[in-house]
Nanobody
Framework: QVQLVESGGGLVQTGGSLKLSCAAS????????MGWFRQAPGQEREFVAR????????EYADSLKGRSTISRDNAKNTLYLQMNSLIPEDTAVYYC???????????????WGQGTQVTVSS
């Protein structure tokens, strides 16, 4: 049974930082590209960042480019998202997901976590 479990969300003030983690089990983690997505209330889910299976290639959405770093530790089956200079518009539930493809399209991700809430206060 595949499980992706996010953690590290919380309440932070504008300008603050958070590091999200996604612990994976039940899959060959190092064979999957991984992504982070987010969904704010009343809005559609949006792509945040993705990372190749080896960790050698990353891509970011414009909204977080320069303020976030996606990384992974394949030995620990864990994906990370370091977010800095957070603003209220970053408030959302953040999800990690696993895909056999190199894609930014959410529907092409095979496995999803339950999400972790990030709230940025002004």
């Amino acid at each position: 049974q595949v499980q992706l479990v996010e953690s590290g969300g919380g309440l932070v003030q504008t300008g603050g930082s958070l590091k999200l983690s996604c612990a994976a089990s039940g899959l060959a983690f190092d064979m999957f590209a991984m992504g982070w997505f987010r969904q704010a209330p009343g809005q559609e889910r949006e792509f945040v960042a993705r990372l190749s299976s080896s960790g050698g290639t990353a891509e970011y959405a414009d909204s977080l480019k320069g303020r976030s770093t996606i990384s992974r530790d394949n030995a620990k089956n864990t994906l990370y998202l370091q977010m800095n200079s957070l603003i209220p518009e970053d408030t959302a539930v953040y999800y990690c997901a696993a895909s056999r493809s190199w894609t930014k399209i959410g529907t092409q991700y095979h496995y999803w976590g339950q999400g972790t809430q990030v709230t940025v206060s002004s």
